[in-house]
């Protein structure tokens, strides 16, 4: 994966105003930390940092941050937004070491064709948007394909069968669900009114005996 430069500058004020000011000039206030470095309040352009986290790697893509001519390898983390316009506010940079696995969380495609599952009129259900991972900052895959092509309805495809790639742990119980056949939702809906019905039913002739033969009903027996 490759790396994208960033200049940040260091030294900014913190606090609610002062960072209000950044963003109104154009900067996103931030913090660099972690792998044995002091916290460093810095400030880099928005613009600039918005481009670098659309790229195909998006949240993992790992930035080379200039801060006052030293540099940092580093990944974007702790994204603060704004609750209704969703710009963002703030950024954490997590210093990694190249060497070293992180944790990492990448998004989950599906692909191929449930024939099958299609033919019962099943419904495909994801489950697992995105897989938690460990590998090297530069191992971290863009994205993660899962095939569904052998699904059906009533069967599943777990963590454990998704093909990670080389030196790529996958950092969740293997058993753990990503895609699922469901039944026909129709189906379901019958199977459902139907035990209701038969509820009801018992409800109803709840509290009555047997006829007694050639006569009307018999009363229940109290107790």
Avoid: C, W
Avoid at 35 to 48: C, L, Q, T, Y
Avoid at 121 to 127: A, I, N, P, S
């Amino acid at each position: 994966m490759a790396e994208i430069t960033l200049v940040a500058e260091a030294g900014r004020q913190v606090g609610t105003r002062p960072s209000r000011r950044q963003r109104t000039a154009g900067r996103i206030p931030g913090v660099v930390y972690g792998n044995g470095v002091d916290p460093i309040s810095v400030s880099v352009a928005a613009r600039e940092l918005r481009a670098a986290l659309s790229t195909e790697a998006g949240l993992n893509a790992l930035l080379s941050l200039d801060v006052g001519g030293r540099t940092y390898l580093t990944l974007a983390r702790e994204l603060q937004r704004h609750p209704v316009r969703g710009t963002l506010l703030h950024v954490d940079f997590q210093v990694v070491d190249p060497d070293r696995e992180v944790s990492a969380d990448v998004p989950v495609t599906l692909v191929g064709d449930a024939v099958e599952l299609h033919r019962a009129d099943g419904v495909l259900e994801q489950m697992l948007f995105a897989l938690p991972v460990k590998a090297r900052p530069a191992d971290i895959p863009s994205h993660l394909e899962v095939d569904i092509s052998a699904l059906t309805v009533g069967t599943s495809v777990r963590v454990g069968d998704v093909v990670l790639p080389a030196r790529v742990t996958a950092d969740l119980d293997p058993e753990a669900t990503v895609a699922v056949g469901q039944a026909p939702r129709v189906a379901a809906v019958e199977v459902a009114e139907g035990e209701v019905a038969e509820g009801e039913g018992g409800a109803a002739g709840e509290g009555v005996a047997p006829a007694a033969e050639g006569g009307a009903a018999a009363p229940a027996e109290e107790g």
